[in-house]
């Protein structure tokens, strides 16, 4: 989740500075932290101080669990103050490693679209749905930004529909089509007398906004808790009367499943599982003055990891291990049969 409310109603520099200092009280969530206190800086419009975080973070000694993520955010907000070729540098880089996070491919793409370099833009957005959707039976909620970018610049372009472009207008909900909302001759006719010009104008404003809305209302994905073997065991061995939410490790592995399943068939998008540890699920509850045994806490620290950028998209991309941490792949694991 990126803060997106002006400066008028959030003094960007001091949630800048508040989230700089969580980082430094929780260590395992900096990467998150710091990157949301770099869109801070972006939005002062300090940009030289969010490089800094974005050169912080890429030059530190703990792995990142994104690091092209990171490269992206700097080339992004490098060329918004003048450093084009190093920004371009970053983008070629981040378009040659491929990652298989969605993000990167996003962000490098819609900065080359915001300026003007709409072939390149075109091409990433290609590139990117052909290395994460292709043999894929249904695109995960992540990539459905690609394919809407993808689309947006392929009509700026004057390109045809193709089978892409076919498979972003069944992703989108909105009454009006991605074809008119992303027409590049579409009239601005709120100055306009014509009440018919007006009302499609004001109706086409509402698509967008809803699409909008919708998509600040998902800023992390709705997570399912998932604790490991020797984690279990821990929490059950100091709550015991936590057995009732968890029987068994196995029965809590199925469960997991078969909720994401059910929240997937009744239509909810952008899934995920986060892993819990007792140390920090012990901190949660000691943040929240209540008692670990509370089973109630366990859906709000699964929020919580979620909201912090802990989480896991589900289902695993096609051939990757299963979230469970059998070591098999997720089809073979507790995806068989899905």
């Known amino acids: 989740m990126r803060p997106d409310t002006s400066a008028e109603y959030v003094d960007h520099n001091a949630e800048a500075a508040r989230l700089e200092r969580t980082a430094g009280l929780y260590p395992e969530d900096a990467e998150h932290l710091l990157l949301q206190a770099a869109a801070h800086l972006e939005l002062a419009d300090d940009r030289p101080r969010a490089t800094a975080l974005y050169d912080r973070l890429l030059a530190g000694t703990t792995p990142l669990e994104n690091p092209f993520l990171v490269r992206a955010l700097k080339a992004a907000n490098l060329w918004e103050y003048g450093h084009e070729a190093e920004a371009s540098a970053i983008i070629a880089g981040v378009r040659a490693a491929a990652p298989r996070d969605p993000a990167p491919w996003v962000i490098v793409a819609e900065a080359l679209e915001a300026h003007d370099e709409l072939e390149a833009a075109q091409e990433t957005f290609t590139e990117a749905a052909v290395h994460l959707l292709t043999d894929v039976p249904e695109p995960p909620y992540a990539t459905h930004s690609i394919l809407f970018g993808r689309h947006r610049v392929r009509r700026m372009l004057g390109l045809p529909h193709d089978a892409w472009d076919g498979l972003a207008d069944t992703l989108h909900s909105s009454p009006v089509s991605l074809d008119e909302l992303h027409d590049p001759k579409r009239v601005w006719s709120l100055g306009s007398e ?115 950028g802990r989480a896991t998209a589900w289902p695993p991309e096609r051939g990757a291990g299963c979230w469970c941490g059998s070591g098999q792949a997720y089809e073979a694991c507790h995806g068989g049969g899905a």
């Open 194 to 308: 014509n009440p018919a010009e007006l009302a499609a104008e004001i109706s086409r404003l509402r698509a967008e906004l809803g699409t909008h809305r919708e998509t600040l209302s998902r800023p992390f994905p709705v997570a399912v808790l998932h604790w490991p073997a020797p984690e279990l065991t821990e929490l059950l061995t100091a709550y015991p009367s936590l057995s009732t939410e968890y029987p068994s490790h196995e029965e809590h592995l199925t469960t997991i499943e078969a909720s994401l399943r059910e929240l997937a068939s009744s239509g909810t998008p952008n899934l995920g599982i986060v892993t819990g540890t007792v140390p920090s699920y012990e901190a949660f509850a000691a943040s929240e003055s209540a008692s670990p045994a509370d089973a109630s806490l366990l859906p709000q620290y699964a929020t919580t990891l979620a909201a912090r």
